[in-house]
């Protein structure tokens, strides 16, 4: 399995999607979850191996069976991205939850927030970014900066909403400092800035894209 990540990571050997896919299905082929995770990835995007949607959906469920809190999510990641499925991504989502699992219960949050898959519920969704926030997680912080700047699930909070958006931008979320620049445009919580806003587009990779006047973004 060493010598699978090796392959695919170019550590100390030549990057080869092709070997590194051969030697996940070794391994899977003997339950490994582990591997049937990184074939499960492999084939959903065609690397090393032709694109294979169902067999990729296959290997993932077979490694999340396991109850690796990180294979639940990754399964529940592919699943979200079909209309059809959303709303077994968001039970998995919150099986990874509970399990601990940061990243998912900003997903989670995000359905939430949404109503996808889920009935829309932003208290549950600020309930959800809250502890992932608490520890730093920059989607979660961003995503809280977006209900206080809205006043949706919480009573409106312009300052409050440039605190979240600012941890989350220095942290590099390019999200993030896109947010924060619609704040200082528009002088929600800061004095109007022009300069800091076009600087903190340009950090977003939005400059150039008509990014005047930007909506909020998650």
Known sequence: MSLACNTTSGEGVVQNYAAAARYFEQAASLGFAPAQNFLGRYLFEGLGVPQDKVAALQYLEQAAAGGDPQYIFDLAKILELDDTS????????ETATDLGHLEAAVHLGVLFQEGRGVAQDLIKARTLYEGPARQGNPRALNNLGLLY????????????????FKAAADQGLKTAMTNLGVMYENGYGVPIDEAQAAALYRAGGQWGRGCRYCAFRL
């Open 149 to 164: 700047v809205r006043g949706t699930g919480v009573p409106q909070d312009y300052e409050k909403a440039v605190e979240f």
């Open 86 to 93: 959303v709303a077994r991504a968001a039970q998995l989502y």
